[in-house]
């Protein structure tokens, strides 16, 4: 029994200590994309209870919107006692991460409006440790930077107050496990767009997002001319 306890212990150690190192900062992403600028993307990800939202975006010099792509669906398998992402949602974000050439992730980071990391925080990071195991999508080349998009709102007075606290609800029935855990976070084309204007305001003043439907509707397209090439 307790060779397996610390088997455990250690494995989640390992683990954690795995994690740590490939999270960076929202900085060194942006210098990653700037090495990059010609052929490099950043991918965007919401990490939501019921699918992982994604969006990428290139160098915002090269003129081209952001990207919002399909979400992919949170399905989840058991292995081992645990929950876990089934290989197919991997082998999925990894086939993303090819095809777009990607040299970071940028991952909502859900702190609540108060600076509070509830449930929503915990979900990001279990998902992100479950997908810090295939190196095909995340690895030392390729890092992880959290982002918040409320951490300039709600500043505190000398006491620690915030305006938020004096806001009011009509609400008559209140469910505190899902109120004081709201799922906050910024959709991924919105983390993309708020993203690229915090560290190249010079060049991402004005960004556009096109949407997934985009991407299918080019995709019927070639399809159609390629058929009618054929003939």
């Not at 089934?86 to 859900?110: A, Q, R, T």
């Not at 004096?166 to 910024?186: L, P, W």
């Amino acid at each position: 029994m307790h060779a397996r306890i610390m088997s455990a212990s250690t494995k989640t150690s390992s683990t954690v200590n795995k994690m740590a190192r490939l999270l960076t900062t929202p900085s060194k992403i942006a210098r990653a994309l700037d090495w990059q600028k010609v052929s490099g993307s950043v991918l965007s990800v919401h990490i939501g209870d019921s699918s992982i939202d994604l969006a990428v975006t290139s160098h915002p010099s090269t003129g081209h919107p952001v990207q919002a792509l399909s979400s992919i669906p949170m399905e989840l398998e058991t292995r081992k006692n645990r929950k876990v992402l089934k290989k197919s949602v991997l082998s999925e974000l990894s086939n993303i991460v090819e095809d777009w050439n990607v040299c970071g992730l940028v991952v909502s980071w859900p702190v609540q409006k108060e600076g509070w990391c509830g449930k929503p925080c915990g979900n990001v990071l279990h998902t992100l440790d479950q997908i810090a195991q295939d190196t095909n999508i995340v690895n030392m080349k390729r890092q992880v930077a959290l982002w918040d998009g409320h951490h300039f709102l709600n500043e505190e007075d000398e006491w620690g107050r915030t305006a938020i606290y004096s806001t009011t609800s009509d609400q008559e029935v209140h469910v505190a496990s899902k109120e004081q855990y709201r799922e906050e976070g910024m959709l991924a084309a919105d983390i993309a767009a708020d993203y690229l204007r915090h560290h190249f305001p010079d060049l991402a003043y004005d960004i556009e997002v096109r949407p997934a439907s985009a991407i299918e509707t080019e995709g019927r397209m070639h399809s159609d001319n390629d058929m009618q090439s054929a003939m």
